[in-house]
Structure formats: structure tokens, C-alpha cells
């Protein structure tokens, strides 16, 4: 089993996990991000608003419904199936996620796919979908950035 000696680790590679890693790697420190959804970007990128924006936009712009509102034109208007709509959404999504995998590459930023849990203070265990440790981490610093729930009032 590996183990890892960092400055920061960072549990959580959605927006503020990754912009937590890329600032510690950028202050000089060695850092490495761990999740658990075995791709980085978290729920913004996967579930929640970039797939929604994404959909939207695709679906304005093969009806060309912004040229209707101002020209009056239905020429725009083309049939489009939901593998199309689909097929779309996961290129934006593909494309944001290389971007995102790059961005950690050229920051020098460790990645790690797998749920982390403590093992003490300092020590991250990182277990795969099978609940086996497959590596630990030690840091002195921990960024805990895996989200959020919405409240029902």
C-alpha cells in the first residue's frame, strides 16, 4: 500500500476542492485531491449546473430560437432527438473534466479516486468501492470540501 506525505490534502474535487488544491499548490506546497465519485468537477460538473446550462444552451441553439425571437425565422428549426441532446451534454462534460484533469497536472496537484476517511489527525485512509484501503495520506493540513445537502425547511 502507498503511502503519501503532503502539505494539504483535499477531500472533495468539486469547484471549491479543486480551487482549494490548485491555491496550495500554487503557494508552493504539495498537495493531493481525493474523491470519491472517481472523477473530478464533483455534482456541478456531473449533475447539477453545468448539465442543466449545457442542455438549455444546446437546446436554444439547434432551434435557433434566438434568431426566431429577433428575424421571425423558422428556418433554424431542425428536428432533435434526445441521443443528440445527449451526446452534446456529454462532450461538455468530457471537455470540462480534461480541462479540470489538466489544470490539477499543471499545478502539480496529486489525484486520488477513492472515499477517504481518518485514520487519526493527520493519517487519510482512501478505500476503494470495496471498502479496502488502497492508499494513506499524510498531511498536516485537510480541506474538507464534499458539498453540501439542500434543507427542506
Given at each position: 500500500m502507498e503511502m503519501l506525505e503532503v502539505d494539504l490534502a483535499v477531500i472533495g474535487a468539486g469547484p471549491a476542492g479543486q480551487k482549494g488544491a490548485i491555491q496550495g499548490a500554487k503557494a508552493g506546497k504539495k498537495v493531493v485531491l481525493i474523491d470519491r465519485?472517481?472523477?473530478?468537477g464533483g455534482?456541478?460538473?456531473h449533475q447539477g449546473t453545468i448539465p442543466s446550462k449545457a442542455l438549455r444552451l444546446a437546446i436554444l441553439d439547434t432551434t435557433g430560437f434566438h434568431l426566431r425571437a429577433y428575424f421571425g425565422d423558422d428556418k433554424h428549426h431542425e428536428k432533435i432527438s434526445m441521443k443528440d441532446l445527449q451526446d452534446r451534454l456529454n462532450r461538455v462534460i468530457s471537455d470540462q473534466n480534461q480541462e479540470l484533469q489538466q489544470q490539477c497536472k499543471g499545478n502539480d496537484v496529486g489525484v486520488i479516486y477513492g472515499s477517504a476517511r481518518f485514520a487519526d489527525?493527520?493519517?487519510i485512509e482512501v478505500l476503494d468501492?470495496?471498502?479496502e484501503v488502497i492508499k494513506q495520506v499524510v498531511s498536516n493540513y485537510t480541506l474538507i470540501a464534499t458539498g453540501s445537502s439542500p434543507r427542506h425547511p
Amino acid at each position: 500500500m502507498e503511502m503519501l506525505e503532503v502539505d494539504l490534502a483535499v477531500i472533495g474535487a468539486g469547484p471549491a476542492g479543486q480551487k482549494g488544491a490548485i491555491q496550495g499548490a500554487k503557494a508552493g506546497k504539495k498537495v493531493v485531491l481525493i474523491d470519491r465519485m472517481g472523477m473530478l468537477g464533483g455534482a456541478c460538473l456531473h449533475q447539477g449546473t453545468i448539465p442543466s446550462k449545457a442542455l438549455r444552451l444546446a437546446i436554444l441553439d439547434t432551434t435557433g430560437f434566438h434568431l426566431r425571437a429577433y428575424f421571425g425565422d423558422d428556418k433554424h428549426h431542425e428536428k432533435i432527438s434526445m441521443k443528440d441532446l445527449q451526446d452534446r451534454l456529454n462532450r461538455v462534460i468530457s471537455d470540462q473534466n480534461q480541462e479540470l484533469q489538466q489544470q490539477c497536472k499543471g499545478n502539480d496537484v496529486g489525484v486520488i479516486y477513492g472515499s477517504a476517511r481518518f485514520a487519526d489527525e493527520h493519517l487519510i485512509e482512501v478505500l476503494d468501492t470495496n471498502g479496502e484501503v488502497i492508499k494513506q495520506v499524510v498531511s498536516n493540513y485537510t480541506l474538507i470540501a464534499t458539498g453540501s445537502s439542500p434543507r427542506h425547511p
